[in-house]
Every structure is written in structure tokens, then in C-alpha cells.
């Protein structure tokens, strides 16, 4: 399986697009903004597109030519204002979910916020609403869709090595999660077809990744 990540850069995606180039059944194609952050992922082995969030629908598309899925894990991050986080954790998301479309690419995986219901929407610390707001209308948009979606809601992210063990569930009590054990459920979910059509909130825990998708 061919899964494109877009936010290769980040984070999750630098960890996403290693433990894929190490998995038998999967193979990355990795979207960058820039040309200078392509030498990590070409020693990986992995294929490289230079896409910007901000481009049109038809350039996403054509990066997503001839792969078999799609994994979303970009973000605007913390440091930017509001107009980033809805032109790339809302029409970002929305426009890769048309693309997918476009290029008839079924299977797509989401990586979403921890909580993104309404209730949490107003609840939401000041200044974190409008990124809660973005990723439940993408949610939305997603849901509402005819492809082979998943959604992962992680817990509070961190840069702590990962230890494959965690609790998933579709709601579970808030917790951390390293960004590390994140990208294995991912590739964990990718693997498993139980988890399409599955929306589920992710923290650390006891169970290894791959028996904790198993049970979803």
C-alpha cells in the first residue's frame, strides 16, 4: 500500500513516514513545503512531492496520483494565528479530502484533535477554540464522505520515546500520548480494515498498539 502523508515534516509524520518505509505491507510518499527538508525522507527511501496546503485542489491531486491512501497529520502548529489554523487544519484538510476524491483514493486517515464535539468547542481554553472549531468541521466534512476513513483523537502529544502501549477507545479519559506511539497507530490502523469507518481517542497506556487496533 502507497499512503501519501501530508505533514510529512511535522513531528508525527517524520516518526509516520520512518515506521513505513519499515513495514513489509506499506511504502510512503511524503509531502513536503520545501526542497530542503526532501534529504531526510530520501534516505528513508521514501518518495518525496513539494506540495503547500495552500495550493489548489488540483495540485494536491496530482501528488496523490497512483497511491492508495491518505494520511493527514498536517498542522499550523502553535506559534501561528488564526488564519493559519483554518487555512490549514480546516481548508487544508477539506481540500486533501477532495483531492483524495479526485485522484479515487478510498482509504484516509486523520489524525484530529483529542476532543473535537461541540461541547468541547465551548469549553475550550481561550485561544484554543479556533483550532478545535477547524479540526471538527474537517472531522465533519470527512464523516460525511463515502471514503474509508479513520480518525485518530490523541491525547496531549509529546516528544517522549514511544513505548507501544496505549489505551484506545472511542472515548477514554485525557491522558498524554508521545507523538512516537501515535505514528504506530497509524500504521497499525493502515493495516487493519476493523478500524475504517471508526473514530477513536488515543493515550498511553497497557496495550500494545497492534492488539489495542485489533480490538476497535
Known sequence: MKVLVVGANGQI???LVKFIQEDDNLEAKAV?????????????????AIVDLEDDIDVIAKAAEGV?????????????GKDKTLMIDLDGAVKT???????????YVMISSFD??????QSAPEGFAPYVVAK????????????????????GLTNEPGKNQVQLAEK??????????????????????????????????NTPVEEAIKSI
Open 136 to 155: 471538527h468541521y474537517a472531522d465533519e466534512w470527512l464523516t460525511a464522505t463515502d471514503l474509508d476513513y479513520t480518525i485518530i483523537h490523541p491525547g
Open 116 to 121: 473535537t464535539s461541540r461541547e468541547a468547542i
Open 97 to 107: 479530502i477532495e483531492a483524495a476524491k479526485q485522484a479515487n483514493v478510498k482509504r
Open 13 to 15: 509524520g517524520k516518526h
Open 172 to 205: 477514554v479519559e485525557r491522558g498524554q500520548v508521545p507523538r512516537e506511539d501515535i505514528a504506530r497507530v497509524i500504521v497499525a490502523s493502515l493495516n487493519n480494515d476493523s478500524t475504517i469507518g471508526k473514530r477513536f481517542q488515543v493515550v498511553t497506556g
Open 68 to 80: 492508495d491512501a491518505i494520511v493527514f497529520t498536517a498542522g499550523s502548529g502553535p506559534h501561528t
Open 32 to 48: 513536503i513545503r520545501k526542497e530542503e527538508q526532501a534529504a531526510y525522507f530520501q534516505d528513508l527511501g521514501a518518495e518525496v
